[in-house]
Every structure is written in C-alpha cells, then in structure tokens.
C-alpha cells in the first residue's frame, strides 16, 4: 500500500524541480534571424520580439504567443486525458 504522506513529498519535490526548470528557460533567450525577420524567444516558449526591416511587429509577437498558448493547452488536457486514463488502469 503507496503512504499518501510520502506520496504527497514526492509531489512536492517535483512541483520544486519544475519551478526550477521553468525558471531556468525563462532566463534562456534564443535569437533567431531569418532574412529581415528576428524573433527574440526563451526557453519557455515567451516570445519577447519579433521584428521585421528593423520595425517592431507586436502583432505578429502576440498571434505568436496566442498560438503557443492553446499549442500548450492542448498538449496539456491531452496529458491530463492520458493521465486520467492510465489511473483507471490500476
């Protein structure tokens, strides 16, 4: 039998880890040039900037950073989806 106590640590600490990781991609930037197109991301998937000749395309960075959003959401009810479904295997 699994002690909720130990379970409720173990969780805890990956909470802990995952906190750390985020933080550590967020302080990660990437710059990308493609022509007369730069995009500015970090490790997190945040786009900072996105320019084009030089103009600053805040459009552009925010249908970019929406996109990423619901990417992400989906990918998480999918796991949540998984998750779900292999908890009712036991």
């Known amino acids: ?17 995952a906190g750390t990781i985020q933080k550590a991609l967020e302080e990660q930037v ?21 320019t084009e000749n030089g103009v600053e ?10 996109a990423i959003k619901k990417s992400q959401q989906a990918a998480a009810g999918k796991l949540m989806e998984l998750s779900k479904s292999m908890g009712q295997g036991q």
Do not use: C, H, W
């Open 1 to 17: 039998m699994m002690n909720p106590f130990k379970m409720l640590g173990d969780m805890n600490e990956m909470r802990k880890q």
């Open 57 to 66: 395309r805040n459009d552009i960075r925010t249908a970019i950073n929406d």
């Open 30 to 50: 990437f710059d990308v040039a493609y022509g007369t197109v730069k995009i500015k991301i970090t490790g997190n998937q945040n786009v900072l900037s996105v």
